[in-house]
């Protein structure tokens, strides 16, 4: 199981000298990260919000890959495993039998609209744990800048909301 501290100790730790990383520096910790969740979990829910602000979008195409090789539901948030035998060849569009069941192919297309759409590049900062280590209330306010669907289902429970919901998910398999 991963949380946010070690993604700091394995992941961030060796890129604390500069603001501004390289994109090989950036890739790098996007291989990190999918080498460590890969095997792994998300402890909590600020775990994944906290990895989808450094990856992108075929970060997270790649670690949908890895988890599945490894026989692991592809949502990061999920200990399930599953027969992989008919997901083992790589595809770019979401397949559900690449999860456990179809809520987490849902949560997981849902994060997918959200996942940080900053080129590297311009990413400045982000990778620095001061940024994370000025106070708890701070600390959530740099995490959730995602929303899973898991806290909207939690959080917003009338029928227009999750219609709403459905729509964006909709769209986004759409494009
Ligand atoms: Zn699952």
Excluded at 28 to 49: G, M, P, Q, R, Y
Excluded at 51 to 74: P, S
Excluded at 93 to 111: A, G, R, T
Aim: aromatic fraction near 10%; charge should be negative; charged fraction near 20%.
């Amino acid at each position: 199981m991963t949380s946010i501290c070690d993604i700091n100790e394995y992941v961030m730790k060796p890129h604390q000298l500069h603001e501004r990383l390289s994109i090989k520096e950036w890739e790098h910790i996007n291989n990190d990260i999918v080498i460590l969740l890969a095997s792994s979990f998300c402890l909590d829910e600020n775990t994944l919000k906290y990895v989808c602000k450094f990856i992108t979008l075929d970060t997270y195409r790649n670690l949908i890959h890895a988890r599945n090789i490894n026989g692991r539901c592809a949502y990061p948030m999920c200990q399930s495993h599953i027969n992989t035998a008919s997901t083992m060849s790589y595809s770019t569009v979401d397949n559900i039998s690449q999860y456990c069941n179809d809520f987490h192919f849902d949560c997981s297309q849902f994060l997918l609209t959200q996942i940080n759409k900053t080129p590297l590049y311009e990413r400045v900062d982000l990778h620095m744990f001061k940024t994370y280590n000025t106070g708890e209330q701070q600390e959530n306010h740099k995490i959730s800048d995602v929303t899973l669907l898991e806290e909207l289902i939690r959080n917003k429970s009338t029928d227009n909301d999750i219609f709403d919901m459905l729509k964006e998910i909709t769209a986004f398999q759409l494009k």
